[in-house]
């Protein structure tokens, strides 16, 4: 009866819905999110209440100010190290955002028109990355910190995509490994097996342990940060 009242709530006045998603937090409640046109995000949350364990919901709307149509969402987003599960919506001008919540963590400009949204673990680190696709086959990778690695599907220069997806996949009994799955407009289903990346942020050679007390005459144990970027950075410009 709760559930049916609240329902009635969010939908009273006809108005439409773009997009809607489920979300799991740490003890394993669920809140739906719901993205209504020119009023932003409605989160119905799910909470317990002191007696009886029993669930009680609570609406909270985030005035989100979207500049084109939400084109998908994806909840449950895992992250590292547990924590609730995180949120992604898209946009039809490209615009990807990102909440932890009921609060939003970053929003990232992309390229090109996004209709499809997945995750999936592409990098190995047990964190879902985003996947965002658009019609063109320009398909992007990001992750919690905002990194984006993009890839170019090469058959969409004559065949536009219809539907996307992406999970982790075996072929002939093989183990689960990462896989993009593209549907054209034509009705051709291509599938991009063991798509894997080690990383999806930039590292940088002051993040590796090497030793490079040989290269100054700094002792290694007094040696900062700025001693090997200075190194580094004399490397790097060397001329033979």
């Known amino acids: 009866k709760q559930w049916y009242q609240r329902r ?3 939908t009273a006045g006809e108005r439409p819905v ?14 739906l999110f719901v993205c209504v046109p020119s009023e932003g995000i409605k989160i119905l949350k799910a909470k317990r209440s002191d007696a009886n364990d029993f669930l009680k919901w609570e609406l909270v709307t985030q005035q989100v100010k979207f500049t084109s149509p939400v ?35 970053w929003s990232l400009a992309l390229d090109n028109p996004i209709f499809a949204l997945v995750k999936t673990d592409i990098d190995k680190d047990d964190t879902d990355e985003v996947v965002a696709c658009s019609w063109d086959g320009l398909t992007f990778f990001v992750d919690h910190h905002k990194n984006c690695v993009k890839y170019k599907f090469e058959e969409s220069v004559t ?46 050679l002051e993040e590796y342990s090497i ?11 007094h ?11 004399d490397l790097l410009s060397f001329k033979m």
């Open 159 to 204: 065949k536009k995509i219809r539907a996307f997806s992406a999970g982790q996949y075996a072929i002939g009994g093989s183990t689960n490994k990462p896989a993009l799955v593209y549907v054209t407009f034509s009705g051709d289903v291509v599938i991009k097996y063991d798509v894997e990346l080690t990383s999806l942020g930039i590292q940088t």
């Open 211 to 221: 030793d490079l007390s040989p290269l100054c005459t700094v002792p290694s144990e």
């Open 71 to 105: 084109t998908d969402a994806i909840g449950d987003i895992r992250k590292s190290g547990g924590g609730d599960n995180m949120v992604s919506f898209s946009t039809l001008d490209g615009l990807l955002k990102m909440y932890h919540g009921d609060e939003e963590l």
């Open 223 to 233: 040696m900062t940060s700025q001693h090997r970027a200075n190194i580094i950075r």
């Open 8 to 10: 009635v709530a969010i």
């Open 18 to 31: 773009d997009v809607i998603t489920v979300n799991t937090s740490k003890e394993g409640l669920q809140s």
